[in-house]
């Protein structure tokens, strides 16, 4: 039986992307002392691997293909194929983002002083390539951890951190000058996966279930009965993805409608639906939205 090598992030992205995968329809069992997790697809053979990593075994043909940052295909030089963008950022409202920071005190305002300075990083070739850009030439030094104490301790002049609000940064005294780079949570294959297509229409079936996960994380389902008068009045209160579904009723003089709507509108719109005629108003979660 063929099978379909997929690579999910362990870390930071692993709980996430078990839960979406969940919600997509997958069951997937992970073992603390594994590497090799269960699925309740006997076409998938999923494999635990760091994000740094994913990008250099998808692209070796290790893996078919995997679930990585943007930042690390970028950190790795990759030739991967970014085959779909899977927006893990939106359950907070923002971007997780790799920033230039030094101490509040310092006298390094801008890129360009941090020429012959010293800075420390998980993401060398990403800092280089930034610092190549802007024609200032300095010392990058890989960082295995710890790296906003290095810089507060005066190891190293700047840092380029992951962050997300930026508070962390803060917390410790140390301003950000500039973005190098956003990252966002990529599925990815090499060209080889691609060209098979076998391979290749099982990876847009997991996409698709994927990001109709996604696209059903903020939005409910809305049932309700609907006196025929009233209808035009229940109408005007929605705002749906699509014109809401409108069925008959053994009774002629009543119909049942069904609707799609964002999560955060629902505390406003069913008291108003309710007034406007509508009954029997039900609300349900939704798994996926299929575009």
Known sequence: MK???LGLPKG???EATVALFEKAGFKVYVSTRSYFPQIDDEQIAPVLLRAQEMSRYVEDKTLDCGITGNDWIEENSSQVVKLAELLYAKQTGNKVRWVLAVPEDSK???VKDLKGKKIATEVVNVTKKYLAKHNV???VEFSWGATE????AGLVDAIVELTETGSSLRANNLRIIDTLCESTTQFIANQEAIKDPWKKNKMEQIMMLLKGALAARNMVGLKMNVARKNLNKVL???TSLRNPTVSPLAND??????TVIDESTVRQIIPALKEAGAEGIIEYSLNKLIY
Do not use: N
């Open 108 to 110: 390094i305002k801008s």
């Open 149 to 152: 104490a290095k810089v507060t």
């Open 236 to 238: 005007k209160v929605l």
């Open 3 to 5: 099978k379909l090598k």
């Open 253 to 258: 003089a009543w119909v049942a409608l069904e």
């Open 137 to 139: 030439k300095a010392d």
């Open 12 to 14: 930071s992205l692993q």
